[in-house]
């Protein structure tokens, strides 16, 4: 699987990444077995790029994916994380954000130079490994000022330091990623279901500013949380029940894709892989059945004339 390097740095992800919030617990629970063969099938199908963060499961999605990648070379493999997040004590019960987990701990919004620093230090007590690769700040939307004032210059110096390898931003919306673009020095900007087949909003100006300023696009929730995982309508779109114009349109997709020879979801990967702003597509999987499914048919063309009839 080829390598692209992400914008300016040494940092090199494979095309095709894996994302860490399923084995987080995402919807439901996912067992020890399960995750471990999740992450094990990423391996073997030639995925060396892993991101997860602490947000993910209350930190289990880092305590997972360091265990599965414990005895691999580290040299061999690129990692992701994030920051704007400390985990603390919580009181209790159960976790509220989407996660299967115990609320053993509280996320705590914190965008300062003296956060990024505590939670790249948590991060990698959790991961167990001596370093990360690349750190993103973690959406944030209601954080602008204290995430370009102080979070931002912490990444630049750290990595400066050549304590981390590249530094960008991950969010559900393009808007403020092309404000980071357009102002900072970041190498990677996570989009997350801003380019998809049914949300293409990113697509005149965040892609093309990217290009231009040499900054890579990882593209992930390339399924918009489901709705385009399978060839009948998933349950969930943008985390939330889908509506059903969404539900119509993807109906007629996947009856598109299949006059094609295309299944809905190697399409959904297809489309955002193929444009030339993205260094990787990033999938999440709880098994590893679904990850070879995944990686099957990220390595399976595509016929051109499928993008002139999809709407």
Request: charged share 25%.
């Amino acid at each position: 699987m080829k390598s692209v390097r992400l914008g300016g740095s040494k940092a090199e992800v494979t095309g095709l990444g894996f994302g860490g919030a399923g084995i987080g617990n995402l919807f439901t629970a996912v067992s020890e077995v399960d995750a471990r063969g999740a992450v094990d099938a990423a391996w073997a199908a030639g995925v060396r790029y892993f991101d997860t963060a602490p947000h993910y499961g209350l930190g289990l999605s880092e305590r997972r994916l360091g265990a599965a990648l414990a005895d691999r070379p580290r040299s061999e493999y690129v990692v992701s994380t994030k920051v704007g997040r400390i985990l603390e004590p919580g009181a209790g019960g159960r976790d509220d954000e989407g996660f299967d987990v115990p609320a053993d701990y509280r996320r705590r919004w914190d965008f300062s130079a003296d956060g990024v620093r505590r939670s790249i230090e948590d991060s990698l007590v959790r991961l167990g490994m001596d370093r990360i690769d690349v750190v993103l700040l973690h959406d944030p939307d209601d954080h602008w000022a204290e995430a370009v004032g102080s979070a931002y210059p912490a990444l630049h110096d750290l990595r400066s330091q050549g304590v981390v390898g590249a530094i960008g931003v991950g969010m559900n919306q393009w808007e403020m990623p092309a404000r980071f673009v357009a102002e900072t020095d970041i190498d990677v900007v996570m989009l997350a279901g801003r380019y998809t087949l049914l949300d293409r909003s990113a697509a005149p100006k965040l892609l093309p500013l990217c290009l231009s300023r040499g900054v890579s696009v990882i593209a992930a929730g390339v399924f918009n949380s489901g709705v385009l995982a399978t060839d009948t309508p998933g349950a969930t779109y943008d985390y939330a029940p889908v509506p059903e114009p969404v539900r119509a349109r993807v109906v007629r997709m996947a009856e598109i894709c299949r006059a094609h020879r295309v299944s809905l979801p190697q399409a959904a990967i297809a489309f955002a892989a193929r444009h030339p702003a993205v260094a990787s597509v990033v999938v999440g999987a709880q098994s590893a059945d679904q990850f070879s499914r995944n990686a099957s048919l990220y390595a399976t063309a595509v016929p051109d004339k499928l993008w002139d009839d999809l709407p």
